[in-house]
């Protein structure tokens, strides 16, 4: 069974920095765009970020541009998400996904074998 698991959230300070970690079996890994999605209480679920399979292209929601940045390592299944910068509207919680139809990169429901998700909390 394809899984994904989220890891690296926590309470930060505002101005802070966290990398959150994504490690997926390798039959979700291989040849796909990678997503992070964050979800606030009350709120739909939101596009981040995602990076292509080879890592070239990254597409970023404009909140978050020049503050994070997504990376991944193929060698260990792994995607992050660095984040700097942090303002308390960026708590929710984080989750990553596979996007297996190549495109429409910042609907969720392009989106499939989501993670349990990683808390983060950020304090001004």
């Not at 930060?12 to 999605?37: E, K, P, Y």
């Not at 009350?42 to 292209?57: C, L, P, Q």
């Not at 299944?77 to 660095?82: A, D, G, K, S």
């Amino acid at each position: 069974q394809v899984m994904l698991v989220e890891s690296g959230g926590g309470l930060v300070q505002a101005g802070g920095s966290l990398r959150l970690s994504c490690a997926a079996s390798a039959g979700a890994f291989n040849g796909h765009i990678m997503g992070w999605f964050r979800q606030a209480p009350g709120k739909e679920r939101e596009f981040v970020a995602a990076i292509s399979w080879t890592g070239y292209n990254t597409y970023y929601t404009d909140t978050v541009k020049g503050r994070f940045t997504i990376s991944r390592d193929n060698t260990k299944n792994t995607v992050y998400l660095q984040m700097n910068s942090l303002k308390p509207e960026d708590t929710a919680d984080y989750y990553c996904a596979v996007n297996l139809i190549g495109r429409d990169v910042g609907d969720p429901l392009a989106y499939t074998n989501w993670g349990q998700g990683t808390q983060v909390t950020v304090s001004s």
